[in-house]
């Protein structure tokens, strides 16, 4: 039977298009599937452990890992990990992926939005300060774009506070700061590889934490609450004493995982050159800002390519119409409702003055050079 999926409202596929995202698949994969395919193993099974290992020498030395089947769902084990708790108070970023926020609505906790940074749109470091009390569990901040919040500043109010980091780096693997991974900022560090990130398993999410005692209860939570090991042993012990959940990855999306991996220099080296192209085009334009991390003490992984125009609309229609597409991708968490009952303060100033004007423009692997300078000149031309 025919399938009723459309991408609409995606670009039609008549004529050359520049699509905002695209997954990437590892030419490998193809073939290394199939051996999963026919394995024992689909479902959770060794590759995932493999995964967890390869990902904690690349990204995450210093941390325990722990592969899920979702960003959020290493978020909300990272939540529980912390120990949040209804009627806790957290503060976390106005500007993010809902999925960043939602699980805290699972727990009920107490949520303070931070404000914008202009600069970079990741969260003001000077709101925060306004927004700690005595009350405060934890920090809760993304990375946004793959631009690194300042995580020395984190970690200063971390410690002045005695305040736990979580850092949502679901946009940012890979992303330095001060030379240093950013994993090593941070209390709990989660990533996501939903279909369109850096590397993706369709979907899939890591959690990344510093405390070693912590191990055990996250696998345990990542699967009902049983102990696997025990289990697998024939020998276990009937009883489950926490609530657990369902939030284990799979082999076969760990096989594509660590097949990507592999390529993880190449990806983030064509990130990178597009995201030049673009700066290089659209600084002539005085009408255009890109948010940039030039002068700070970090490494982008490139994830977005923001723009901010007083002509947001006006652009992505005149864009759309050569097949560029173009997306807020998010929107500010205040304006959902679900939020309604359980944040505290109301005023955003920064994120006011950006509400109408962001745009992100496409940045993957399958936008050449050309296509860059295509996409960038265009914008120059419209915008003049
Ligand atoms: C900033 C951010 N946090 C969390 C998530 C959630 O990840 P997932 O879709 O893997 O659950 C995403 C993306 O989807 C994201 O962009």
Not at 153 to 160: A, D, G, H
Not at 195 to 212: E, V, W, Y
Request: hydrophobic fraction near 40%.
């Amino acid at each position: 039977m025919k399938s009723n999926f459309t991408d609409f409202p995606l670009l039609e596929k008549k004529n050359k298009t520049y699509p905002l995202f695209y997954p990437y698949i590892a030419k490998s994969s193809i073939k290394s599937m199939q051996t999963v395919l026919k394995s024992r193993w689909i479902g959770q099974g060794p590759l995932v452990d493999d995964f967890e290992k390869v990902f904690k020498n690349k990204f995450a030395k210093n941390n325990e890992c722990v592969a899920v089947g979702s960003g959020t769902d290493a978020l909300h084990l990272a939540f529980i990990l912390a120990n949040i708790r209804k009627n806790d108070e957290v503060i976390c970023p106005l500007f993010t992926c809902t999925a960043t926020n939602i699980p805290l609505l699972y727990i009920g906790a107490k949520i303070k939005f931070a404000d914008i940074d202009p600069k970079t749109m990741n969260v003001s470091i000077e709101h925060i300060k306004k927004l700690i009390t005595k009350k405060t569990k934890a920090i809760i901040f993304v990375n946004y774009g793959g631009v690194p919040c300042d995580l020395e500043e984190l970690n200063k109010l971390k410690n002045k506070h005695n305040l736990l980091l979580i850092q949502d780096a679901a946009q940012s693997l890979g992303s330095k700061f001060k030379n240093k991974d950013i994993t090593n900022y941070a209390d709990f560090t989660i990533f996501s590889f939903q279909a369109i990130k850096h590397i993706t398993s369709g979907d899939g999410g890591l959690l990344s934490f510093k405390d070693k005692k912590l191990l055990d209860a996250a696998r345990r939570i990542r699967w009902f609450g049983i102990d696997r090991i025990k289990k697998q042993g024939g020998t276990w012990e009937n009883d489950i004493k926490e609530v657990g959940y369902k939030y284990q990855m799979t082999d076969l999306g760990a096989r594509l995982l660590l097949d990507t991996l592999k390529e993880y220099k190449k990806i983030t080296t064509h990130r990178k050159k597009i995201f030049d192209i673009y700066k290089k085009i659209l600084s002539k334009n005085k009408n255009i800002k890109i948010l940039d991390t030039t002068n700070l003490l970090l490494t982008n992984s490139h994830w977005l390519c923001t723009i901010i125009t007083d002509k947001r609309e006006f652009l992505q229609k005149k864009l759309r119409k050569l097949n560029i597409e173009t997306n807020q991708v998010h929107f500010r968490n205040d304006r959902y409702s679900i939020f309604d009952k359980f944040v505290i303060n109301k005023k955003f100033p920064n994120m006011d003055l950006y509400e109408d004007k962001y745009l992100v423009i496409p940045l993957n692997h399958k936008i050449s050079t050309k296509d860059a300078y295509f996409i960038s000149n265009s914008i120059n031309r419209i915008l003049k």
